[in-house]
């Protein structure tokens, strides 16, 4: 149940980053604590359940994702790794919007909300591009993605 899956399905994943931006527009234009709290708590059961628990993941995976055609497998560990900077920003956004202070919770909410438009319209992972360079750097060792770290591999298959 807390195994991340890996691969994951790459309509999922956009799916329920469209689903994020609607809240992260929500959140910041209403300023409703909930609404900043139910991100938080979104990206802590994705990253910790391995969507298994998040009522969104959920929805998207078995009733909206199939919809949209056959899988698009893509490696667990950068998409994990993006769920992980979601949460890093949430969870303090919801902390403040709970407390009042609402002006920079609205700021950390827009920041993944900007990610989420470009991961679920774009289909540009920010999160996935970073954990892509700090693999490069060194700083992520290439075992914990092998499939990342074998670029010609991957476009091969």
Same mark, same amino acid.
């Given at each position: 149940?807390?195994?991340?899956?890996?691969?994951?399905?790459?309509?999922?994943?956009?799916?329920?980053?469209?689903?994020?931006? +609607? *809240?992260? &527009? /929500?959140?910041?234009?209403?300023?409703?604590?909930? $609404?900043?709290?139910?991100? !938080?708590?979104?990206?802590? @059961?994705?990253?910790?359940?391995?969507?298994?628990?998040?009522?969104?993941?959920?929805?998207?995976?078995?009733?909206?994702?199939?919809?949209?055609?056959?899988?698009?497998?893509?490696?667990?560990?950068?998409?994990?790794?993006?769920?992980?900077?979601?949460?890093?920003?949430?969870?303090?956004?919801? +902390? *403040?919007? &709970? /407390?009042?202070?609402?002006?920079?919770?609205?700021? $950390?909410?827009?920041?993944? !909300?900007?990610?989420?438009? @470009?991961?679920?319209?774009?289909?540009?992972?920010?999160?996935?591009?970073?954990?892509?360079?700090?693999?490069?750097?060194?700083?992520?060792?290439?075992?914990?993605?092998?499939?990342?770290?074998?670029?010609?591999?991957?476009?091969?298959?």
């Amino acid at each position: 149940m807390f195994q991340f899956p890996n691969p994951v399905n790459e309509l999922v994943a956009r799916t329920v980053a469209c689903t994020v931006l +609607v *809240l992260c &527009v /929500a959140a910041a234009v209403t300023q409703n604590e909930w $609404l900043f709290v139910a991100l !938080g708590a979104g990206f802590v @059961l994705r990253v910790t359940t391995a969507s298994r628990l998040d009522p969104v993941a959920v929805v998207a995976s078995r009733v909206i994702a199939p919809r949209l055609g056959p899988p698009r497998w893509t490696p667990g560990p950068p998409k994990r790794f993006a769920q992980g900077i979601g949460a890093t920003l949430t969870v303090p956004a919801a +902390v *403040l919007a &709970v /407390a009042g202070v609402t002006a920079p919770a609205v700021v $950390l909410v827009a920041m993944v !909300g900007v990610a989420a438009f @470009l991961e679920g319209v774009v289909g540009f992972c920010v999160g996935c591009w970073l954990f892509a360079r700090l693999m490069q750097a060194g700083v992520i060792p290439e075992r914990v993605c092998e499939e990342c770290a074998d670029i010609w591999g991957r476009t091969a298959a």
